[in-house]
Each structure stands twice: as structure tokens, then as C-alpha cells.
């Protein structure tokens, strides 16, 4: 590969099916993972945010050094941003007394922003050359947010609204397999359906792993909270190994190439 065509290419993985897969895997693995410091060990959730969000802040930096896409490098990350976010979204509902409503309006309304200010700065939010230091500073405050947010309202559906895990879960795989739908049929941005799709794979992450690890009475599996991480975490390593993980390249350099 031509040192040119080598600059050009995004330090985030293509947007493809495996993509998704390794993606709601790693939000499951944020909830139990996060639920197991917590809860399981008793350290609680200011602990366990403080915990989470000096390993994202050690894994951000070194992505952001890297200069090409290292797929377990960025895969660390995404795990490190779900994480975060689980323990940080149960500190605000929970501790500090918010609840899911109040969370999830303050988180929306940061992850808004985020997206706003990112428009506003560099003209656009998509994400098909994540490269530049700038850049990768919004794509990662903004998958924060996206994954803080996901956290609350996955818990807001499973507990506050009645509809249990599973039912969370249908709710938000119903509303992926609709934001799929418009991305084959519809028009619309596709940065939009890409910013939709990532936010709604957090709460499905979410409700999924508190059905795994929830006791039996509450609906759940009683699967164990470090039984459930450890065989996630296999799965992620095994997605990565065998579903393909190519950077994306600069549209317009793929123009210039003919691509």
C-alpha cells in the first residue's frame, strides 16, 4: 500500500455487518462487565466510574497516537467507553438520585451538543475517515455519551416501564431492524442512521446484559456476572479474528483512485 493511499485510511473500523455484531457484543460486555466491579465486587459506582474512566482515558490516548487501525486497540476502547458508561449512567440515576428521566434528558441533551458542535466545527459528523487528532476527539466524546445514554434508557425500559429484559430488548431490536430498513429504502443521511444505530445498540446492550446476569425471580438468566463477561469477551475476540476488520478509506481519496 502506497504511503498516500496509507494516510488516507481511517483509524476506525468500515461500517459493515461484522462491525455491528462485535458492536452490540460489546455493549452486553459493558453492562455485565460494569455491573461486576460495582455490584459483584461491592466497590460501587463512583468507584467503579472512577475505575472504568481512567482505563478509557489510558485507551483513548494510545488510540489516538496509533496511526492506523489497530482492531483490538479500538475494539479495547469501544469496551472501555461501555463500561464507563454503565457505571457512570447507574452513579447519575442511582446515587445521585436523578433517575432514568432525568439522566437520560441530561445525557441526550450532552450527546445533542456533541454532535452539534462537532457540525458546527468541522461541517459534518460522519465517520468514513476518523484520522485526525480533532476528529477522533468528538467520535470518541460522542460514542461516550451515545453508550452513557444507552445505559439509562435500556435500564428506564426494563425497570420503570414494566416491560422486563426481554422486553427492552424487543423494544430496541425492533427499532434497529426499523433504522436498518431506511437505510436500504430511504435517503435519508446515512451519518444520521450510523449516530441512530450506535446509540440504539447501547440499550439493547444494556438490556441484554442484565438478562443474562439478573437472578432467575427478576427475569433474568443468573448467569453470573463474571461468567457472562468472560464468555462475551471470548466472542469479541473471536469476531474480531474472523469477521473482517479493514479501515475505511477517504472518500475523497477513493474518488481520486477511482474506487
Not at 27 to 42: C, K, R, S
Not at 240 to 245: A, F, G, K, S, V
Request: glycine share 12%; with cysteine.
Amino acid at each position: 500500500m502506497s504511503k498516500m493511499a496509507e494516510d488516507t485510511l481511517s483509524k476506525v473500523p468500515a461500517v459493515t455487518l461484522g462491525f455491528w455484531i462485535i458492536k452490540i457484543v460489546a455493549t452486553t460486555l459493558g453492562e455485565t462487565g460494569g455491573d461486576a466491579v460495582t455490584m459483584t465486587l461491592g466497590l460501587g459506582y463512583l468507584i467503579g466510574t472512577m475505575i472504568f474512566a481512567l482505563l478509557l482515558v489510558v485507551a483513548v490516548t494510545a488510540q489516538i497516537r496509533t496511526r492506523r487501525l489497530r482492531p483490538f486497540l479500538y475494539w479495547a476502547v469501544i469496551v472501555a467507553t461501555t463500561t464507563a458508561g454503565t457505571t457512570l449512567a447507574d452513579f447519575c440515576d442511582r446515587s445521585l438520585g436523578i433517575g432514568y428521566v432525568g439522566g437520560s434528558s441530561i445525557l441526550f441533551a450532552l450527546l445533542m451538543t456533541t454532535l452539534g458542535i462537532w457540525y458546527w466545527s468541522l461541517g459534518a459528523i460522519a465517520v468514513d475517515h476518523i484520522a485526525r487528532p480533532k476528529v477522533e476527539m468528538f467520535y470518541w466524546a460522542t460514542i461516550m455519551f451515545s453508550q452513557t445514554l444507552g445505559t439509562a434508557l435500556g435500564d428506564f425500559l426494563a425497570d420503570t416501564t414494566g416491560l422486563g429484559y426481554e422486553g427492552g430488548a424487543l423494544v430496541f431490536g425492533a427499532a434497529l431492524a426499523a433504522v436498518a430498513a431506511m437505510y436500504f429504502y430511504t435517503s435519508i443521511s446515512r451519518a444520521v442512521l450510523f449516530w441512530a444505530a450506535f446509540i440504539l445498540t447501547r440499550p439493547l446492550g444494556a438490556t441484554v446484559g442484565d438478562f443474562l446476569d439478573k437472578p432467575l425471580n427478576d427475569g433474568g438468566l443468573a448467569l453470573g456476572r463474571f461468567d457472562a463477561s468472560a464468555v462475551l469477551a471470548v466472542a469479541i475476540i473471536a469476531g474480531i479474528l474472523l469477521l473482517p476488520q479493514r479501515a475505511g478509506l477517504d472518500p475523497a481519496y477513493a474518488k481520486r483512485d477511482g474506487r
